[in-house]
């Protein structure tokens, strides 16, 4: 696979989202948490997805529950948190798995072409942040801890 624009995934209502639709936009993807303390990241990430929309960028979430069972709830229940809670209106893909023999193919890519913390590959905690080019590539990586707000330089540069 060359890009991210060559997977798909579930949407939290089951349907299955090419993401070769977005070829050519920048996309943040994220994995999420309901119960997580960064939980409220789901904010920013709405106000940089409002910010930027007009200009092709679009932030995927991808709800996990491979730490601390911090996403326990099902996909409906995920997908209306996320809307009424925080206004949501990006895509809520179905729960998936980030690392393991189980983890969706679109995040072994992401971290086969990115290196988080002390150069791991693994995805160590909720919220860690792959920005995608317009070309389907990882342009950087950011820690679970880096607030959405902090990265919009990067994105405007590859807007």
């Given at each position: 696979?060359?890009?991210?624009?060559?997977f798909?995934?579930?949407?939290?209502?089951?349907?299955?989202?090419?993401?070769?639709?977005?070829?050519?936009?920048?996309?943040?993807?994220?994995?999420?948490?309901?119960?997580?303390?960064?939980?409220?990241?789901?904010?920013?990430?709405?106000?940089?997805?409002?910010?930027?929309?007009?200009?092709?960028?679009?932030?995927?979430a991808?709800?996990?529950?491979?730490?601390?069972?911090?996403?326990?709830?099902?996909?409906?229940?995920?997908?209306?948190?996320?809307?009424?809670?925080?206004?949501?209106?990006?895509?809520?893909?179905?729960?998936?798995?980030?690392?393991?023999?189980?983890?969706?193919?679109?995040?072994?890519f992401?971290?086969?072409?990115?290196?988080?913390?002390?150069h791991?590959?693994?995805?160590k905690?909720?919220?860690?942040?792959?920005?995608?080019?317009?070309?389907?590539?990882?342009?950087?990586?950011?820690?679970?801890?880096?607030?959405?707000?902090?990265?919009?330089a990067?994105?405007?540069?590859?807007?």
């Amino acid at each position: 696979m060359a890009s991210i624009f060559d997977f798909s995934a579930p949407l939290a209502n089951g349907e299955l989202l090419e993401l070769a639709q977005f070829q050519g936009q920048p996309l943040l993807i994220v994995n999420t948490a309901s119960k997580c303390e960064l939980t409220p990241q789901y904010v920013a990430l709405e106000q940089l997805y409002q910010k930027y929309k007009a200009q092709g960028f679009h932030v995927l979430a991808f709800p996990c529950n491979q730490f601390e069972n911090k996403e326990p709830a099902q996909n409906d229940e995920i997908k209306q948190f996320c809307e009424l809670q925080f206004g949501i209106s990006f895509p809520i893909f179905s729960k998936v798995a980030v690392n393991g023999p189980d983890a969706l193919p679109l995040f072994n890519f992401l971290k086969t072409n990115s290196r988080g913390l002390m150069h791991a590959r693994a995805i160590k905690w909720n919220f860690t942040k792959f920005l995608i080019n317009r070309a389907g590539q990882v342009e950087a990586r950011y820690a679970p801890r880096t607030k959405p707000d902090a990265i919009s330089a990067v994105i405007e540069s590859i807007l």
